[in-house]
């Protein structure tokens, strides 16, 4: 059965649970999107977390690089592939897309690394 439509990462109210999707056998990669700066001059990045194909959380770099990502996933932002997308892809997937905390993706990963084992 695919993870995708396995039961054991949705919660109880039907939608999938990051947490469990993240936890899951499937391995993790960053996506680092791209868009012009604002008018401003502020730049427009995310940083884009993959499990498998699916897009599961993201992070606003602003002027912080790779380290607005939790300490636990550093290492993968920073050697993420750069893309450039259009500025509506930028702010749908900031919209849309969770920041998990720092100590619900410490445990998640560790869960990753223990099944990925």
Not at 30 to 43: I, Q, S
Not at 73 to 90: D, T
């Amino acid at each position: 059965m695919d993870l995708l439509t396995s039961a054991a990462i949705y919660g109880h109210d039907g939608f999938v649970d990051q947490s469990r999707l993240i936890a899951s056998r499937r391995p993790m990669s960053f996506e680092h999107l791209c868009t012009h700066n604002d008018r401003n001059g502020n730049p427009r990045r995310l940083f884009v977390l993959c499990i498998g194909n699916r897009r599961v959380a993201s992070w606003d770099e602003g002027y912080r690089g790779y380290k607005c990502v939790p300490a636990c996933l550093q290492e993968l932002a920073a050697a993420a592939g750069w893309k450039e997308v259009p500025p509506s892809c930028y702010f749908e997937l900031r919209r849309n897309l969770p920041s998990p905390d720092d100590e619900t993706l410490e445990a998640c990963v560790m869960i990753n690394g223990l099944l990925a084992a």
